[in-house]
């Protein structure tokens, strides 16, 4: 029992000093302050502001309710065994230790936010999958990379909406781009972006040949207004094109896609998925402003990495994570190192180490 006290008390100690590092209370403030603004009269006004600051008040209260009941939690469970000691009460030794370990395990996954030291990485994320080299076999794989991440996403609770997608003409998709909304959803999800290979026996293959396919995962974050990159406008070239995809009654039917390119840098956004052309123009380019906001970023990291000695961002021919899908089969980051055996969990979302093992990295880095 002794024991179990000592453990619990470090465990106390360390959920204080957690809470200090991550500031929950200055979070808990903050938190006051949106909700005094959402209770304002012309709070709806600005929509498109309202809903970034009801978001933002959500996600605080979810993340600001765990860490008060973790909080709560320990300090019943400390007074408990002490009560327990005083009264030598060892039948329920077994049941304690149990409690202690759950407890454990609950603040080692809020801990996991401690890794989180981007200045982006509470935000939003924009994904991006483009099929490349590998023909019918590598859009195939860029629609499990789409589930992966679909399911990923469902696990941590957060909401995925389709901007816009590609089909192939045999099978799989060409390209996709989706939104995810969610505290952290970027700090998780930059870790994915780069080429992503795969290699299996493929089923699009009569001969049953062994097959090697690469798909390519950008990730930027979604950014506040205030943030945005000043865009002019003959740097923009903006086609319309019949959309493919869901919308309306009349989506398939009018020329309401929109294809933006940035001309000095080629960067391209495309949206299909709103009922009108303007809308979707719209969502085209608040995209295009991520993603210069990101090349910016990128351009800074990549001068502060070469001074480091250390490799820039993955690119063709640089592949991050090869995922091996016959024989002894193995999914491995090549940055980190770390593999498992069990592909089927990571193709069903479940990435949380090869995220925890990249986040580690970059933090020595």
């Not at 991550?22 to 309202?50: C, P, R, T, V, Y």
């Not at 202690?100 to 395990?105: N, V």
Request: charged letters at 30%; glycine letters at 6%.
């Amino acid at each position: 029992m002794d024991n179990l006290l000592k453990r619990t008390e470090e465990l106390r100690e360390r959920i204080e000093k957690t809470w200090s590092l991550l500031d929950i209370d200055g979070l808990i403030s903050k938190n006051l302050e949106l909700h005094q603004q959402m209770s304002a009269s012309d709070f709806w006004q600005n929509q498109d502001q309202a809903v970034i600051i009801s978001r933002e008040a959500e996600n605080l209260d979810d993340e600001i309710k765990s860490w008060q009941k973790m909080k709560k939690e320990v300090r019943e469970f400390e007074e408990f065994l002490a009560i327990a000691d005083q009264e030598n009460d060892d039948s329920m030794s077994i049941s304690l230790q149990a409690k202690y370990l759950e407890l454990e395990k609950k603040f080692n996954d809020l801990e996991f936010q401690l890794l989180f030291s981007g200045s982006h990485d509470t935000n939003n994320a924009i994904v991006s999958i483009h099929a490349g080299t590998g023909g019918v076999d590598a859009q195939d794989w860029s629609e499990i990379l789409e589930r992966m991440y679909f399911r990923f996403a469902e696990s941590k609770g957060w909401k995925t909406v389709i901007i816009d997608r590609l089909v192939g003409n045999e099978a799989g998709i060409k390209s996709v781009s989706f939104q995810v909304n969610g505290r952290f959803a970027y700090g998780y999800l930059r870790s994915e972006a780069g080429v992503h290979r795969l290699a299996r026996i493929s089923p699009f293959d009569g001969e049953a040949l062994r097959q090697t396919s690469f798909a390519k995962v950008e990730v930027v974050p979604e950014m506040p207004e205030a943030m945005k990159v000043e865009m002019k406008d003959e740097d923009l070239r903006i086609d319309v094109f019949r959309s493919s995809g869901p919308g309306g009654q009349s989506v398939n039917t009018t020329d309401s896609a929109v294809r933006i390119t940035h001309l000095p840098t080629g960067l391209v956004s495309t949206c299909q998925v709103e009922r009108s052309q303007h809308q979707n123009k719209e969502r085209a380019l608040k995209i295009l402003q991520n993603k210069l906001y990101q090349l910016e970023e990128d351009k800074k990291l990549f001068a502060e990495q070469k001074l480091k000695g250390i490799l820039g961002k993955a690119e063709w021919g640089q592949q991050i994570r090869s995922y091996i899908l016959y024989g002894n089969q193995l999914v491995k980051d090549h940055r980190t190192d770390y593999e498992t055996s069990d592909v089927q969990a990571v193709l069903d979302g479940d990435l949380d180490k090869f995220i925890e093992a990249y986040l580690r990295l970059s933090l020595k880095r």
